[in-house]
T-cell receptor, first 115, second 111 residues
């Protein structure tokens, strides 16, 4: 079974631009979560989508948004980029049955650099 | 709110030394507990998990026991190898699939 894939792997953007990152979960997984990883803040939860609906949300400004498609693929968008948005963005997928907690499977991440 | 606190790093050990990375949690209810490992340039990989009190998770020589009385889930390995050098994350999750991660502990094993 193929793992979680994220595209692109590396990205360089300029302040003020916007960016869209993509995540394809493991086949059959319906939940996709996004995290921002930085050396200073560690792993911070952005949001989680399940069946095309945002189910959980972390404490990030509205510039960070996401969506999920009917095939469970997910995208996250960051508008008006700031230097502090430079980070590794990780996507994780979960089987996510109702009322149960399953382990998350992570993709390799997208390294975003904002200049 | 729910949270995970893990031992500050970095940790440097000689090959074949004993490893302990401490992890404590704060959560209402009955969370599941996880250890993830991140090798350089890669995403996180699940190392082991425990879903209820007194459960012991184990994998690749690593072990951790879910201790509800001390709200802890310490990671241990009896004899580390150079290939164990990585960053280790403790995490908890409850129903609804919200995960909380610790800040990570960097481990370097020297020959």
């Amino acid at each position: 079974k193929a793992g979680v894939t994220q595209t692109p792997r590396y990205l360089i953007k300029t302040r003020g631009q916007q960016v869209t990152l993509s995540c394809s979960p493991i086949s059959g997984h319906r939940s996709v979560s996004w995290y921002q990883q930085t050396p200073g803040q560690g792993l911070q939860f952005l949001f989680e989508y399940f069946s095309e609906t945002q189910r959980n949300k972390g404490n990030f400004p509205g510039r960070f948004s996401g969506r999920q498609f009917s095939n469970s693929r997910s995208e996250m968008n960051v508008s008006t980029l700031e230097l502090g948005d430079s980070a590794l963005y990780l996507c994780a997928s979960t089987l996510s049955g109702t009322g149960l907690s399953y382990e998350q499977y992570f993709g390799p991440g997208t390294r975003l650099t904002v200049t | 709110g729910d949270s995970v606190t893990q031992m500050e790093g970095p940790v440097t050990l000689s090959e074949e030394a004993f490893l302990t990375i401490n992890c404590t949690y704060t959560a209402t209810g009955y969370p599941s507990l996880f250890w993830y490992v991140q090798y350089p340039g890669e995403g996180l990989q699940l190392l082991l998990k425990a879903t209820k009190a007194d459960d012991k998770g184990s994998n690749k020589g690593f072990e951790a026991t879910y201790r509800k009385e001390t709200t802890s889930f310490h990671l241990e390995k009896g004899s580390v190898q150079v290939s164990d050098s990585a960053v280790y994350f403790c995490a908890l999750s409850k129903t609804g699939n919200q995960f909380y991660f610790g800040t990570g502990t960097s481990l370097t094993v020297i020959p």
